[in-house]
């Protein structure tokens, strides 16, 4: 352990350049003479690096250490360095120098070795022995805390110093003048130089021996000028002491009392005058408890630092020193300094308490330092006599060296003649009368005497300790930084928000451009208002139409009827207008309905609505009664209908509790409603706007009025509730004979008993109404006129109530679970449940007769006919090919499993992990990466980096931000892979597939991206904390953590915490990068990517930027050198070869052939197939239309298959590209660009939906647009099998769920061709109407019965046109995977290929994880991603 040497000019050098100013060495023509380095290399020839600036220290003797090695010894082994200061050098001030020794002999002995040395520089890395302050220290410790510690920072371990090359007369000066003044004695003469001598500095020199001088420090120090006039000094608070206090001029660059050269001159001659302290064991407080401290801890201890610092070096003890210098040890504390031993016992009997009275643990400062007495003890003499001669004789350029050839005999004469006196005159404003000859030595007669010995009582007093917070003022504005941070994900949030709103605004603006415009409604026709609707309810605009039937309507903005107010069977209307706030509103008063509160603009409006008004009440014979009320009193008594609801709400309850008998639990709790809201509740009649809200239709709708007028027998145009009664008795709970009845009666308008063909249709056409008008007209007639010749009425104009039930007579089943749904009465009923059980699917029957197929019915968990089943089925499944007629769908169930929960989760477990387990191994093994790199850099961080002092300052930030920072560019960089999509595609081709899963990549990215921006959000909040604790270290330590950035100058102060922000490399990139990742993931967030895909597409092009930034960010080394190119390198060739094989391909433009506008806003695309483009069915390609930007893809999938020629996509228009995209191939854009835009194609790319052949049974399931994979599937099938190709495919069941039917006619067509060349039977079509009601509701029974019938008689259905059975309702996946395990029980594995939206594909995920549960053929989910 040691110091380094200085690297900067001293005192001693500026007096050699003075001295070589006064001497200047005769101009020579030829420089024949060694030059000597700076830095002492190569001073000794056959060791060259002895004497060196940073050559090792030269230890003297054995170190001293608690493990002997490293460890410095501290309490309890050794006393506590403050308690040693205060019984050793503690005393008075004001004693002379015993031999007057001047004050500038002590300052200059300072200089000297600093010259040699520079004991203050800190160890690297960083490490503190700090101090602890004893409790109840009167200067570090007022307040009794017992917290207080000085600040010691260790030296470096392996220190390294050296000698300066000083100016061969300053050699002379301190060696020949300086020195024997200092020891007391002479030094012997110049052997010559001995190259075998070592010049290093010895520990026991710079950390004990030549501590010395501190005894001889003074208080203060004068300052006089040339006429012997001693000043007076200006202190801080402006008042006047005789001498500058030391320990107040510490670094004070800015004291009033040194402002010119002439105050330096004073300074230099009032300490050539001034004598110094009395060389002893005393320490003046300036030095002692009011030495400089670093700037957080302003005041320190020099001599507990000088204690510590000894320990830090490890020193041997005292008695080992004399020991190894020739010195006799000793053997008693009185040894050590008899004299003082007399005159000062308690010192010493304090000092044994302190050792133990041990004297073998006396260390060597405190006893050298108790030797003293008028000069060094022989201890420190002999090892600074020891030092200085190894520096002389071991310096081969020292000055009396004649065989260096630097210097004549006379030169040398004259340089030895040269003395500190003579450089002094020569600087300074004096003469040699002014200053005595020996500048270290005053003696009587002497110029200009001290006017005394100084003391701290005649002085300014020393500043108290005080504390420096580096980081104080910089809190709020360190907050504000860390909330801007903060905000970086709002920002973006709110951004991406503006972003969409503003796309949804225009794109709201370019729907209505294509929508017809409605007419504005004149005054005349019906007036415009606000309605009042509740207290907390929005204000609604409305219109108001005047039928001539005496019906008044409430037509929304939108002009669709609201409600209507019947004023039948009425003699007068009640209004109540209000008569203040500017009599603006209104109030219409309906009995048996909730009030009309018309709020409107202006009072004019209000009486030309009243004018109107009366006009028409006069029309229909209805009188107009009008009062006045204020109109907080009005909208207090009106009955609004959120209040009529809750009447109504009660009505229904009580209905369906008495024609049902719900249970208490579910039809609410009758006996909390009072007997006066129930009396109301049951004298309240039903509008037939509230019919038929609580039938969940229209209130125009054909169904409705005829349900109302037959329920209607007082005929006042309300339902009171013994007539709702009366109906919902027959809906609820009639058999089929009294449900057919009452639906013959709804219809029978004229009431004679017969239903003509005109009624029929009316009865068909209501319930169509109520599935939005699923059929035309033309296939209403031909339903009705299929069903009168299949029933032999084909000659019948009109029909009976017997001849209606014959119609209906095979579906008697479901006319008797057939109800009516009311909105939020929840129907419990075990037949009722046992019909939503039930699931279908085609079959071909050979043997089968259709007086044989009707529906069977099965109740989940009936065994005894389940086996049945599956055989019948399995026979139908072998009939011919080409037999088409169709049967009836039948159910296949299977036994309900009674083993245990326990059970399930394991077999649940064992299928997940057997139909993921690629994903997992994947996913372990990448995650296993990640983690491993973390926690080989954290554990680097905190055990092997020490060398490095980082982990010592700031453990927990290091730790977190290195280790996330390793994980994070791991992640990045192979994130690139998982985009690599042709790389994908054609290695899913490969034996790769069958560990891989490529299908995963998207899902993959995801994952990959929110567990590296989370790391990337640890790893900031590291560096977080990294910024703050560096804000707060001291220059020192961050220069030895940073050499390459700071460099330890002795300021002290840290930088702040913005320079790391944002004057570092680092810092700044850190901060974009957030930003980066920020509007990245926000705009890659699903909301809005769909709102947006443009502004996802642009802001995901940002990962350029994004890794650029990465390589700036790490390649600074502000800590280690760049380790992201590790990562980075492979994946990121990889990547750049993919994307160059892609842009290969979009800059081919293809040409469009044929462009159609189908219904439901699909736009069919087909386009050329470019030359070598193979690809497979259920792969997609990305498009960009050279009219709407070359810039912008999207991805959609292939509808065409793979033998045919052209390629073809069909792309619904959803958002503002497919919208666009629609427009620029519609007729009229056509005609004036003159052929179809031209396209850029990217692909194919591979997706899960390709691996179909794969299975020996699939199942596609597809909802909406997400049906375009399988039209590319279907038609590939049929195909392969028309050619007899080998397929491991052997049967395809394709689910089609669509709210209508209409919806995507495309694929019926697709579908149809199908059907015509499936001539194997391969393919097995399911189509569900999710608009309809389920089958067994009574507003569908017609069309289920329809749709049975036309199944029945023409082999196709009635919605599709297609042989398929069309569904009403969701489709039930676990019951239908039940049927599958059924009629193939040989199968060990069914894939299910499911696209559409989240809901459908998640529901299907559910259904193969629940029936994955037991043991019998699993089911293996893919679903498409892009």
Not at 749 to 771: M, P, Q, T, V, W
Not at 1368 to 1375: C, D, L
Request: aromatic share 12%.
């Amino acid at each position: 352990m040691g110091s380094l040497r200085r690297g900067n000019i001293s005192f001693a050098r500026v007096v050699c350049l003075i001295l070589s100013m006064l001497y200047p060495a005769a101009p020579q023509a030829n420089i024949n003479w060694e030059v000597q380095r700076y830095d002492g290399w190569y001073n000794n020839l056959a060791h060259h690096s002895r004497g060196s600036t940073d050559s090792p220290l030269m230890r003297l003797l054995p170190a001293n250490y608690a493990d002997g090695v490293y460890e410095a010894m501290q309490e309890p082994q050794l006393p506590n360095p403050r308690r040693i200061s205060n019984a050793v050098t503690k005393g008075p001030s004001g004693i002379p120098s015993s031999n007057n020794r001047t004050v500038l002999s002590v300052f200059f002995g300072y200089h000297v070795v600093f010259e040699i040395l520079d004991a203050r520089r800190p160890g690297c890395p960083p490490e503190f022995l700090n101090i602890q302050v004893p409790q109840g220290d009167p200067v570090f410790d007022p307040s009794n805390t017992g917290k207080v510690y000085l600040p010691f920072q260790r030296s470096q371990w392996s220190k390294e110093t050296g000698k300066s090359p000083n100016n061969p007369r300053a050699q002379n000066i301190v060696f020949y003048e300086w020195l024997p003044v200092y020891l007391g004695q002479s030094v012997p003469g110049y052997p010559g130089y001995q190259k075998y001598v070592d010049p290093g500095i010895s520990p026991e020199f710079q950390a004990a021996a030549m501590q010395f001088g501190a005894t001889m420090v003074p208080p203060g120090v004068y300052m006089r000028n040339k006429s012997c006039e001693f000043r007076d000094i200006t202190n801080v608070d402006g008042s006047k002491s005789p001498a500058l206090r030391v320990c107040n001029s510490y670094w004070s660059r800015q004291n009033p009392n040194l402002k010119n050269g002439e105050d330096i001159d004073d300074l230099m001659m009032g300490m050539a005058s001034q004598i110094a302290e009395r060389e002893d064991n005393i320490v003046v407080e300036d030095l002692r408890d009011y030495m400089y401290g670093p700037m957080r801890f302003s005041r320190s201890d020099l001599v507990s630092l000088s204690i510590q610092s000894g320990r830090d070096n490890g020193l041997p003890s005292y008695n080992r020193a004399r020991e190894g210098f020739g010195l006799k040890p000793i053997q008693s504390w009185e040894e050590i300094n008899p004299e003082l031993y007399k005159t000062n016992p308690k010192l010493f009997q304090e000092l044994a308490d302190l050792y133990g009275n041990d004297t073998s643990k006396l260390e060597l400062f405190p006893g050298g330092l108790l030797e003293s007495n008028g000069n060094p003890g022989k201890l420190f003499s002999a090892i600074i006599l020891d030092q200085f001669e190894r520096l002389r004789n071991g310096d081969r350029f020292w000055f009396q060296n004649t065989q260096n050839g630097l210097f004549t005999d006379k030169e040398i004469q004259t340089i030895r003649n040269t003395t500190f006196h003579d450089v002094l005159v020569a600087v300074i404003n004096a003469g040699d009368e002014h200053i005595q000859e020996n500048v270290f030595l005053w003696k009587k007669g002497d110029p200009c005497p001290q006017p005394r010995q100084l003391t701290v009582e005649v002085l300014h007093p020393c500043t108290n300790v005080t504390t420096f917070d580096y980081f104080e003022g910089s809190q709020v504005g360190f907050g504000f930084v860390l909330a801007v941070l903060l905000c970086f994900p709002l920002g973006s949030f709110l951004v991406a928000y503006l972003v969409a709103y503003f796309r949804k605004s225009k794109f709201k603006k370019h729907q209505k451009k294509q929508e017809p415009v409605n007419k504005k409604v004149e005054l005349g026709e019906g007036i415009t208002a606000s309605e009042w609707q509740g207290p907390k309810e929005p204000l609604r605009q409305v219109s108001l139409r005047y039928d001539a039937n005496k019906w008044i309507t409430v037509l929304d903005a939108r002009r669709c009827p609201v409600r209507a107010m019947n004023l039948n069977n009425r003699s007068h209307l009640d209004i109540i207008q209000s008569n203040n706030q500017g009599q603006k509103a209104l109030l219409v008063k309906i009995p048996k309905e909730y009030d009309l509160v018309l709020f409107f603009d202006e009072e004019c409006e209000r009486a030309d609505f009243l004018t109107h008004l009366h006009t028409y009440m006069q029309n229909i014979e209805v009188a107009l009664n009008i009062t006045e009320a204020r109109k907080q009193d009005m909208l207090k008594g009106a009955v609004t209908k959120q209040q009529r609801s809750q009447i109504l709400d009660t009505f229904f309850r009580h209905a369906f509790a008495q024609v049902l008998d719900i249970e208490k639990s579910d039809a609410g709790d009758l006996n909390l409603v009072t007997s006066k809201k129930a009396k109301e509740a049951l004298l309240c009649e039903l509008t037939g706007t509230e019919l038929a809200e609580a039938l969940g239709l229209r209130a125009d709708s054909l169904f409705v009025e005829a349900m109302f007028s037959l329920a209607d027998k007082d005929g006042n145009g309300y339902l009171s509730f013994r007539e709702f009664m009366d109906i919902i008795v027959i809906f609820m709970k009639g058999s089929p004979a009294e449900k057919s009845k009452l639906m013959f009666t709804m219809y029978d308008l004229d009431g004679n008993g017969f239903l003509s063909k005109s009624e029929f249709s009316r009865l068909l056409r209501s319930f169509i109404e109520i599935s939005n008008n699923c059929l035309s007209k033309s296939q209403v007639e031909e339903v009705i006129e299929s069903m009168f010749r299949e029933a032999g009425f084909q000659d019948k104009e009109e029909i009976t109530w017997e001849d209606f039930h014959f119609l209906l007579r095979d579906h008697e089943k479901e006319l008797q679970f057939a109800q009516l749904n009311v909105k939020g009465i929840e129907i419990q009923d075990k037949n009722k449940q046992q019909m939503y059980n039930r699931v279908s699917f085609i079959t071909k029957d050979k043997d089968c007769s259709s007086s044989c197929c009707n529906d069977t019915d099965m109740q989940d968990g009936d065994i005894s006919t389940v086996g049945q089943l599956g055989q019948a089925l399995r026979r139908r499944m072998m009939g011919k090919p080409n037999q088409h007629r169709p049967h009836l769908y039948t159910e296949a169930k299977r036994e309900k499993y009674n083993r245990s929960k326990v059970h399930h989760k394991i077999q649940q477990f064992k299928r997940f992990i057997e139909n993921y387990r690629r994903h997992i191994v994947c996913f372990l093994i990448f995650y296993g990466i990640s983690a491993g790199v973390l926690v080989e850099r954290s554990y680097h961080y905190a055990v092997q980096a020490d060398t490095t002092g980082i982990p010592e300052t700031t453990m927990v930030g290091i730790i977190v931000s290195r280790g996330t920072a390793a994980s994070v560019s791991f992640m990045f960089s192979y994130m690139l892979l998982t985009m690599c999509r042709n790389l994908i595609t054609f290695l899913r081709e490969t034996f790769l597939n069958r560990y891989i899963p490529f299908d995963a990549a998207v899902d993959f990215h995801r994952w990959i991206a929110m567990s590296a921006v989370v790391l990337s959000i640890l790893h900031s909040l590291g560096h977080v904390v990294n910024v703050y604790i560096f804000s707060i270290s001291p220059l020192s330590i961050l220069a030895c953590m940073f050499p390459h950035v700071f460099f330890n100058d002795g300021s002290e102060l840290p930088q702040k915490f913005y320079w790391w922000f944002f004057e570092t490399v680092p810092g700044f990139t850190g901060v974009i990068l957030l930003l980066v990742l920020a509007i990245m993931y926000v705009f890659a967030s699903h909301y809005f990517r769909r709102i947006s895909f443009r502004g996802f597409w642009i802001t995901h092009h940002l990962y350029v930027l994004m890794y650029i930034l990465i390589i700036i960010h790490g390649s600074f080394a502000l800590i280690q050198q760049p380790r992201f190119y590790v990562y980075f390198l492979v994946p990121a060739i990889l990547y750049l070869l993919d994307k160059l094989v892609s842009l290969s391909r979009k800059k081919i433009e293809i040409a469009v052939v044929k462009a159609e506008l189908l219904p439901s806003g699909v736009t069919h695309l087909e386009f050329k197939r470019p030359q070598d483009f193979e690809y497979k069915s259920g792969q997609w390609v990305r498009i960009a239309c050279l009219v709407l930007g070359t810039d912008e893809y999207h991805p959609f999938t292939l509808t065409s298959a793979p033998h045919e020629d052209r390629l073809s996509l069909h792309i619904r228009a959803v958002g503002p590209w497919t919208t666009k995209l629609r427009e620029t191939y519609s007729p009229e854009v056509i005609s004036e660009l003159g052929s179809y835009p031209k396209l850029y194609l990217d692909g194919p790319f591979g997706e899960g939906h390709q691996e179909w052949n794969n299975y020996e049974v699939s199942v596609l399931v597809g909802g909406g647009i997400g049906v375009t994979p399988f039209a590319s599937i279907l038609k590939d099938l049929v195909f392969k099998s028309s050619i007899n190709c080998k397929i491991q495919c052997k049967k395809i069941y394709f689910i089609w769920v669509t709210r209508t039917q209409r919806q995507f006619e495309w694929l019926a067509d697709i579908i149809k061709e199908v059907e015509m060349n499936d001539s194997n039977n391969l393919v097995s079509v399911h189509i569900y109407i999710t608009q309809l009601a389920e089958k067994f509701d009574l507003r569908t029974t017609m069309l289920y019965i329809c749709e049975r019938h036309f199944q029945k008689v023409l082999n196709r259905s009635l919605f599709t046109g297609l042989r398929a059975i069309t569904h009403f309702g969701r489709p039930p996946f676990v019951p239908f995977f039940n049927s599958l395990q059924e009629v193939h029980p040989e199968v060990g594995k069914i894939g299910v290929f499911s696209c559409g939206p989240p809901g459908l594909t998640k529901n299907v995920e559910k259904a193969c994880q629940q029936i994955n549960k037991r043991d019998h053929a699993h089911f293996i989910h893919h679903y498409e991603n892009f």
